[in-house]
């Protein structure tokens, strides 16, 4: 499997971005998919997933409220809008896809990485 990340970028606090991550190579329909960051100088933490029908939703509690996740009918994409960024935000991004039909927020509960995408929030 192949998760390819983009959307990543420069946007000052208060600012939005929408990262959009798409699979290929293998049929992860039936798996949840997510988003996992690593800010600077810190381990790799959850952000957000959704289970294999994009109908369950589980948001880490530092961006609720100003995040969304989402997957698409096909199950093969998966997109996390960011809104009212801060600097805290400041990390690279990574989209991953479970081993099971949901994802958990351990980085354990993955499967798959995508390559990850930069995400920078100026104060």
């Known amino acids: 499997v192949q998760l390819q990340a983009s959307g990543g970028g420069l946007v000052q606090a208060g600012g939005s971005l929408r990262l959009s991550c798409a699979a290929s190579?293998?049929?992860?329909?039936?798996?949840?998919m997510g988003w996992f960051r690593r800010a600077p100088g810190k381990e790799r933490e959850f952000v957000a997933g959704?289970?294999?029908?994009?109908?369950?939703?589980n948001l880490a509690d530092s961006v609720k409220g100003r995040f969304t996740i989402s997957r698409d009918y096909a199950g093969n994409k998966v997109y996390l809008q960011m809104t009212s960024l801060k600097p805290e935000d400041t990390a690279v991004y990574y989209c991953?896809?479970?081993?099971?039909?949901?994802?958990?927020?351990?980085?354990?509960?993955?499967?798959?990485w995508g390559q990850g995408t930069q995400v920078t929030v100026s104060s």
């Open positions: 991953a896809a479970a081993r099971r039909a949901w994802m958990g927020t351990n980085v354990r509960d993955v499967a798959y």
């Open positions: 190579g293998r049929i992860v329909s039936n798996n949840g």
């Open positions: 959704v289970d294999w029908r994009g109908g369950n939703t």
